[in-house]
């Protein structure tokens, strides 16, 4: 569904671009780069949400009138100060095995079933200045992207001056493909600050607990253990969520109607 | 948040706020944990009844929220956070 949006949206933008280049065929490309990467943000933005979404929903089992509970419960700042004050990840994320159980359904939804980049994640995590730097590099993958989407709506302004019955697709196509990449790459990104907070230079633990994943799946989780691990799942996903829960609460408005009747 | 992310964040909606850190001499809340967000007053409003939570407060991002009697007492130093 997201993708067929994706597919409309970009040909309406180069319908637009198409209109502008009839009557002016010295039309700079330049703004229409710089509102598709807008656009591209907002998208990006927007699945980052739904993902960050999917794991908190999956933590509760579908079970979105507690998850609202608890959310509304939840102190930001004590979570911040207990990580704060912990010298090592298993210190800061106690529960963290079971958390990655619990979480294994939308994990593998994601990630697919071979975890073992994130063992070599983990392992090379002692050079945590690349690591960070590839963090960085990602954050702007947009940015870098412009050149890509420049390049594209550059050839589309050159095939319509040459032709202006010039066919969408594909150049729709390409956009879409730029998009998809920078979909993994955004899935890739916040799985990796999880894992990385998690299980940061302790390589040998994380590789016990994927072992478990791979063996026994999704792990059951009693109610009473579920705030602690909501604890540690949104202390790993500060980074994203900071003091706004606007939007998983939100998703929890939308899909109670369907899990609670 | 502080209120200036929160307009940031949320530009022209109402959201449903908790205090997240407060000034310790005055008490004003200087930080917000956002709820949850909504196009009109009415409706935020509603959901706020909903949720029964003590400490939580409409704040708007655009306009200035008329308080009336009890929550007006109750949250008048919460309501610093909104514009003016």
């Not at chain 1, 609202?68 to 800061?92: F, H, N, S, T, Y």
């Not at chain 1, 412009?146 to 095939?159: G, M, Q």
């Not at chain 1, 890739?188 to 633990?205: E, M, P, V």
Request: charged share 30%; hydrophobic share 40%.
């Amino acid at each position: 569904m997201a993708l067929i949006r994706t597919c409309q949206k970009c040909e309406v933008f180069l319908s637009k671009f198409k209109e502008e280049i009839c009557c002016n065929p010295y039309t700079d490309v330049t703004p229409y780069t710089q509102m598709l990467a807008a656009e591209f943000r907002k998208w990006h933005k927007a699945r980052e949400k739904e993902i960050i979404n999917t794991l908190f929903l999956n933590l509760y089992a579908q079970d979105v009138r507690s998850l609202r509970r608890d959310l509304c419960q939840l102190e930001p700042q004590k979570v911040l100060d207990k990580i704060k004050a912990a010298d090592k990840a298993k210190a800061r994320f106690p529960q963290r095995a079971l958390l990655l159980g619990r979480l294994y359904g939308t994990l593998s939804l994601y990630l697919g079933e071979d975890l073992s980049w994130l063992i070599d994640l983990c392992e090379r995590a002692n050079e945590i200045e690349n690591i960070a730097y590839e963090i960085v590099q990602e954050k702007y993958e947009i940015d870098w992207k412009k050149y890509k989407i420049e390049f594209i709506l550059s050839d589309f302004k050159e095939a319509v001056c040459a032709k202006s019955d010039v066919d969408f697709n594909i150049y729709t196509d390409m956009l879409v493909y730029e998009y998809d990449m920078l979909e993994t790459v955004c899935e890739k990104r916040i799985f990796k600050i999880l894992f990385l907070n998690l299980y940061a230079q302790d390589a040998q633990s994380l590789k016990i607990a994927i072992t478990k994943l791979n063996m026994f799946g999704e792990a059951g989780v009693v109610p009473s253990k579920r705030i602690e691990l909501l604890s540690d799942l949104y202390g790993a996903l500060s980074s994203y969520i900071g003091e706004d829960f606007s939007s998983l609460m939100a998703m929890c408005d939308k899909v109670e109607p369907f899990y609670c009747g | 948040m502080t209120f200036k992310v929160l307009k940031r964040e949320h530009p022209g909606r109402v959201c449903i706020c908790r205090p997240h850190l407060r000034d310790a001499g005055s008490g004003r809340v200087v930080s917000w944990i956002c709820l949850r967000t909504f196009d009109r007053i009415d409706t935020a409003r509603a959901f706020l009844e909903h949720l029964e939570l003590d400490d939580a407060v409409l704040v708007s991002t655009t306009n200035r929220i008329t308080i009336e009697g009890d929550m007006a007492a109750r949250y008048s130093m919460v309501y610093l956070g909104m514009e003016q």
